[in-house]
């Protein structure tokens, strides 16, 4: 099996719709290459879908005529080969030539070429340069500011570093950060209304909690939290397929309540190469509608005195001091604690942390006192 090859079968399935986390691993599974060919399948796979759009504008200078699906593919590859990864021309040009369909390899072969001579190029504009779409570019600029958006967005399209918590669970230093941060005590009862796949759940269960109640809509990632749970030989996680609109929890039961909602993921976009293509503006007004319900419900839960916790793993102003704004007409009971410390930044009543500043994911914080 060709490793390049195994990576366009990647990239025709990401176009149909599968996830890339998921449909790399799976092709890898069965495909019983090596150790190094395995990682350079991740790296192609991951890379041309992250620099989609950059490949394409490369490529599409020296087409005359729409080319199929699979071309296109094999023409990405070739470009991300070529302009990101600094494979020589000679290498990129010939082995990906080798695993295209035969009636377009004369036409790959041209088009490679070309793009290999008009190296280093001349971008039209920043989110061609980066690969994004123009309002994921415009609306952090708008969020942010310029400069610390630009700084994201680079930071995103470098492959996230792997980190491990003392217990041996993978999971990235912002999430770690953020379960630090609900200051679970021993004995409390803690809430995690959408916990798949239970990192945050596990690791506030592993911090001392008397019971973390881990809640996810979805059975599947219900299943994900119990798994890492049983996985990490932690007993005071109770798993539960639950609504966190219609928490599982008692009214004023919990000592402390995290909701780390489902939001349009802008601050892990390194972690997801094909979320930037899916994700969409209007999907954003659905997120906050459903954050807001989240918090609605899972103030109810929280003992008075006790603390809740919002997190998102996003950057948009909506998801954050907008929701925050709501949240101190809505519940003007829960007062805000003070924000975590640098590398996290203030913003609203709560924290920001870029991806830039760190070299983690970007995520937002919010910590609240019930009165």
Known sequence: MDPRALAVDALDRIDGGAYANLVVPALLDRSGLERRDRDLVTELAYGTTRMRRACDWLVDAHLARPVE??????????????????????????????????????????????????????????????????????????????????????AMNRPAAVTRRADGYVQDLASQWVSELVEVEAGDRVADVAA????????????????????????????????????????????????????????????????????????????????????????????????????????????????????????TAAETVGLDGWLATAHPDLHPLEPPDAPWEPVGRGARLLPQAADTDGMYILRTRRS
């Open 69 to 154: 699906p699979r071309v296109r593919n094999v023409l990405r590859l070739g470009a991300y080969q070529l302009a990101f990864l600094g494979t020589p021309p000679h290498a990129a040009v010939g082995e990906t030539v080798e695993i295209a369909p035969r009636r377009a390899r004369g036409l790959v072969n041209a088009v490679l070429r070309r793009v290999a001579e008009g190296l280093p190029p001349q971008w039209p504009d920043d989110a061609t340069r980066l690969s994004y779409p123009d309002w994921i570019v415009t609306g952090l600029a708008d969020d942010l500011g310029s400069d610390a958006a630009l700084g994201a967005l680079e």
């Open 196 to 315: 798949g796949p239970g990192g945050k759940a596990t690791g506030m269960a592993g911090a001392g909690a008397g019971v973390v109640v881990a809640g996810d809509v979805r059975p599947h990632r219900a299943g994900l939290v119990a798994g890492n749970a049983r996985a990490l030989g932690l007993a005071n996680v109770a798993t539960v397929v639950a609504d966190g609109r219609r928490p599982p929890v008692r009214p004023g039961a919990a000592d402390r309540v995290l909701v780390d909602a489902p939001c349009s993921g802008l601050g892990v976009l390194r972690r997801r190469p094909d979320a930037r293509w899916r994700i969409t503006p209007e999907d954003i007004a659905d997120l906050v509608a459903l954050q807001r319900a989240l918090m609605d419900a899972a103030a109810t839960t929280v003992r008075p005195g006790g603390v809740l916790v919002y997190s998102a793993c996003t950057l």
